[in-house]
């Protein structure tokens, strides 16, 4: 890929997440040029979303590893919801294609790296759990944004029944 055909996806990713700010149903109507379909767009879209995550992720784990009672899931809970409240549009474009194939795997091997980084999760453990602990993991993000961390650890013990 040449730079001029990385800024011309840059460029249509950003059209695209602005569109979605206002108009999230209207923002896949057509696909940007650069890429060959929405299965492509929602890649990308993807990858953008995991750039940032992962960015945030080691920044609040490196600042856990140095604080005297450092917490892991508080760290990459901390991560996740900035993420998200950085890049509304972004979160809101992949939420709602969650069904769409083209976003299965990555969204599985973004709730591993959640899993793992939290500690829920050891890297040796197959895929395929890692991953579906990481998915109850952002359930209970989800279901739970303002809870406190006691609360929220002790309904992750019960989603999660190995923890």
Do not use: C, Y
Not at 33 to 48: I, N, Q, S, V
Not at 113 to 122: D, N, P, V
């Amino acid at each position: 890929m040449s730079w001029t055909d990385f800024h011309q996806r840059q460029q249509a990713l950003a059209e695209v997440l602005d569109n979605a700010r206002r108009d999230l149903s209207a923002a896949f109507e057509t696909v940007p040029g650069p890429f060959r379909d929405t299965d492509e767009l929602l890649a990308a879209l993807h990858h953008k979303w995991m750039l940032q995550l992962n960015g945030r992720v080691e920044v609040a784990l490196t600042d856990t590893e140095n604080a005297p009672h450092g917490d892991r899931v508080e760290a990459v809970t901390t991560a996740w919801r900035r993420t998200a409240r950085d890049n509304p549009g972004l979160r809101a474009a992949l939420d709602v294609h969650a069904d769409n194939p083209a976003l299965r795997e990555p969204t599985a091997r973004e709730h591993r790296l959640l899993a793992i980084a939290a500690g829920l999760a050891e890297e040796h453990e197959p895929s395929h759990d890692a991953a579906r602990v990481g998915r109850a993991f952002v359930q209970l993000l989800r279901a739970a944004p303002d809870a406190d961390r006691h609360a929220r650890q002790g309904r992750l013990r019960k989603l999660i029944p190995s923890f």
